[in-house]
């Protein structure tokens, strides 16, 4: 299933008790940067409503308003605790770093960090910006450096099997470089 915003949300709730299988990036990012735009819009609502305390209309608003954005993050716990596992064992770690949860402010740095690392399904997403080890190997086209055509065993280097007849083929063979290659 190609994963979008929608469809991230959706298998947030879908997958809720499942520690065992493996999310992708995007399925993780989604609902997390839902789940940290609502708390930060709610934290600034409640804010708001401490600081309005002489407009008691504004205040009640406020204060209403900064509680609704903080009820969805809320249910939300259980789920994404199971995410982060599913989105940690994805990364190639132990789900048990979700324990780090615990100390709010550094742990959760950590836990964001682990949980930005590479697929080991999906791809290199992070993998040069947060893997300062990681080398990508360069694209190698041809044969190895050290092989040397004229030292070769077998000089058939490119071509058919010995039991291919071309003429049973009906469309051209073509083994070995191509023809523009010779210049």
């Known amino acids: 299933m190609k994963v979008n915003f929608f469809t991230a949300q ?3 709730w879908k997958r809720i008790f499942d520690y065992k299988g493996k999310s992708s990036p995007k399925e993780y990012w989604y609902p997390a940067i839902v789940q940290i735009v609502l ?4 934290a600034f609502n409640l804010l708001l409503s401490t600081i309005l305390l002489k407009f008691a209309a504004f205040n009640i608003a406020f ?8 009820v969805y993050p809320t249910l939300a716990i259980i789920p994404s605790i199971a995410l982060t596992v599913r989105r940690l064992r994805d990364a190639g770690k132990s789900g048990w770093w979700t324990m780090l949860l615990l100390f709010v402010g550094v742990g959760t ?3 964001l960090y682990l949980c930005a690392g590479a697929s080991t399904v999906s791809g290199a997403m992070f ?11 360069p694209a190698v086209y041809g044969p190895p450096e050290w092989f040397d055509p004229d030292n070769n065993i077998n000089n058939d280097v490119y071509g058919p099997p010995d039991w291919f007849d071309p003429s049973d ?5 073509v083994y070995g470089p191509p023809d523009w ?3």
């Open 10 to 12: 959706l298998l947030l």
């Open 39 to 42: 708390c930060v819009l709610g």
């Open 63 to 70: 204060a209403v308003i900064g509680v609704l954005f903080l």
């Open 109 to 111: 740095i950590i836990v």
């Open 127 to 137: 993998r040069n910006i947060f893997d300062p080890f990681y080398n990508e190997a």
């Open 169 to 173: 083929n009906e469309e051209p063979a």
């Open 181 to 183: 290659l010779d210049d």
